[in-house]
């Protein structure tokens, strides 16, 4: 039903503007574009988010996203105010969002899909985050390279977004991009005192951490969250493993739920 009415209000304005010369034609749907930006109100806990809703896709976020994750809203909701966060496949910017407006200190939003890298920074901008919220359009992975990444759609808020490691089908769609492993992107902007990581991008979890070794050893990283994807328990084992070894325990301090997510905290000396 909602398909049939959009392409009947579709056609009416079509139908209403047609007699109008080109570039006016242009204009007067351009306006009406405009007017009719969707954004929509969302309640987390307390507090309240304008998120962009362009397509169909980015509904899910301000529908389910909100609730999805409990676990993530209680770790975020733990942050300090003087807290860096650094959201790896921070999508649409939901997760960057609420822990600005937690009232951390500084919050870097990574994210390689230039469809919800346009929309993660209008809802920055919208939420007057732009002081405390550093978008970043790269992909993120063990080495800094050129490399084929594949974009799960051109719709915003899309998941199933990877770094190709084979030949593509020839209907995909992809794009070349500049990657960067964490401590060399961190190093060239200058970026430190991070205090909590967060990495969910689609199966590349465990190359990425290896291109993090820096930012694990630096004591001032408290929790690691990771969304594990491995394929079988050995995958997932290694994960955690190369987590460990730089002083850290999985905990579920924050509760459980139904997601891939693993939480790691720094042991006490």
Aim: charged share 20%; hydrophobic share 40%.
């Amino acid at each position: 039903m909602t398909k049939t009415l959009a392409r009947l209000l579709n056609g009416l304005i079509r139908l209403i503007t047609a007699f109008l010369p080109r570039w006016k034609r242009l204009t007067v749907r351009a306006r009406l574009y405009d007017k009719l930006l969707p954004f929509e109100m969302v309640k987390v806990g307390e507090k309240s988010l304008k998120l962009f809703i362009p397509d169909r896709t980015c509904i899910y976020w301000a529908k389910e996203g909100p609730d999805s994750e409990p676990v993530t809203n209680a770790w975020i909701k733990s942050f300090s105010p003087d807290d860096t966060f650094v959201d790896i496949g921070a999508n649409i910017g939901l997760y960057s969002l609420m822990a600005a407006a937690h009232g951390v200190s500084k919050v870097y939003a990574v994210e390689p899909n230039p469809f919800s890298f346009a929309v993660l920074a209008r809802n920055i901008y919208c939420n007057g985050f732009d002081s405390i919220i550093t978008p970043l359009c790269l992909a993120m992975n063990e080495n800094s390279s050129m490399v084929t990444f594949k974009l799960g759609g051109m719709q915003a808020g899309t998941i199933g977004n990877e770094i190709a490691s084979e030949d593509l089908h020839p209907d995909s769609i992809s794009l070349t991009a500049a990657s960067f492993s964490v401590d060399e992107l961190f190093r060239i902007q200058k970026i430190s005192g991070v205090n909590h990581l967060k990495i969910d991008i689609d199966g590349l979890e465990l190359e990425i951490l290896r291109g993090s070794a820096g930012l694990l050893s630096d004591p001032a990283l408290k929790t690691i969250l990771v969304e594990d994807n491995s394929e079988n328990d050995r995958d997932g084992m290694a994960l955690s493993s190369f987590i460990e070894q730089f002083g850290f325990r999985q905990t579920d301090a924050w509760g459980h739920d139904t997601s891939n997510n693993k939480i790691f905290s720094r042991r006490s000396s």
